[in-house]
């Protein structure tokens, strides 16, 4: 496994990979590492050979070989606050509940160093919010995905951070979603469970996994039914992994409408609607997907607090449509 600040020795190049490029190999070694990944690392001169470096991206391995990679330390971007408005569900003294819009990335990261919420967060609460995040992630004590939209909660100190951490990892959070799936789910009130990791044929998805990953739980519930084309869903989480509902719905062949990264590769035929309804769902901006309830212990007063959110104006009118077809 490659980590931060670490030297690895990948294994050593068996018969199979002979002749293979170097960067090819290494992300076969290392699956936790993209290709681009390991292609800068080569560029910028951190893998080598019997200390020889090796720099070229083409350069073909050799049976028997070792090759060996240098990863070095993230360097910890400052964020600056940003002045973007916030959709401010409840503020105390410990914490802040925003109702995220879709498009906003939670955090700084590689291809969205600014206009995130954490930048909004530094700007509206200045220097209060917790430091346990670390420089990228002040008060962030949970994500939903740049194109989610709905509730979080971010902490305001250290004592607050720990103690929501600790309800999160407990799962005794109460979070709802309302999901606009293809598809009518069989049965249409159920619990899907199986562990999720990182998809081992392609880098961008996770899957659910036969060995490895971490334990997921969602349960779900058919609200409305739009004849056999889609229907509105409720998830309910007892864990919370990356994609989680994005996969499980996947896997039970109720891809969310919207979902560009878990699309079969066949478009759900849509029989039986014009082709102007077919447009409008196939072409739908982002997963369908709204964080809509968010419950769990005040670490200060320590009394049972919630808050829901509303259906945004895009799934609203995704909805109407759905109504009538």
């Not at 100190?157 to 999901?179: K, M």
């Not at 036969?210 to 739980?217: D, E, I, L, Y």
């Not at 889609?230 to 994609?243: D, V």
Request: aromatic share 8%.
């Amino acid at each position: 496994m490659i980590t931060d600040n670490n030297i690895y020795s990948s294994q050593i190049v068996k018969k199979e990979y002979k002749g293979l490029r170097i960067d090819k190999f290494l992300t076969v070694s290392f699956p936790e590492m993209s290709r681009t990944q390991v292609q800068r690392l080569i560029k910028n001169g951190n893998v080598s050979c019997d200390d020889n470096i090796i720099a070229d991206n083409s350069f073909k391995v050799r049976e028997d070989d070792v090759y060996q990679v240098f990863v070095p330390p993230a360097q910890e971007a400052d964020p600056q606050p940003e002045n973007i408005a916030l959709d401010i569900v409840f503020e105390d003294d410990d914490l802040i509940v925003v109702n995220k819009p879709a498009g906003m990335t939670v955090h700084p990261a590689p291809g969205a160093p600014s206009g995130t919420l954490v930048n909004a967060l530094l700007y509206h609460c200045g220097s209060s919010l917790s430091g346990i995040g670390g420089v990228k992630r002040p008060g962030i004590v949970h994500r939903i995905d740049k194109d989610t939209s709905g509730l979080l909660v971010v902490a305001k100190n250290d004592v607050s951070h720990r103690f929501l951490s600790e309800q999160f990892f407990d799962h005794s959070i109460e979070r709802t979603y309302f999901a606009f799936v293809y598809g009518t789910p069989n049965p249409a009130n159920g619990k899907i469970e199986g562990n999720i990791g990182r998809s081992p044929y392609d880098r961008k998805k996770m899957a659910i996994v036969s060995a490895g990953g971490k334990h997921a739980v969602t349960h779900y519930k058919t609200l409305e039914r739009y004849k056999d084309v889609a229907s509105m869903i409720q998830c309910n989480l007892e864990t919370g992994r990356t994609h989680q509902i994005r996969v499980h719905m996947s896997s039970i062949g109720c891809n969310l409408i919207g979902d560009k990264l878990y699309e079969k590769s066949k478009k759900t035929s849509l029989k039986g609607i014009s082709d102007t309804q077919k447009n409008y769902i196939n072409t739908f901006s982002r997963q369908a997907l709204h964080a809509a309830t968010l419950g769990f212990i005040h670490p200060a007063s320590k009394e049972y607090i919630s808050f829901s959110s509303s259906l945004p104006t895009d799934m609203m009118q995704l909805q109407e449509m759905l109504k009538n077809i």
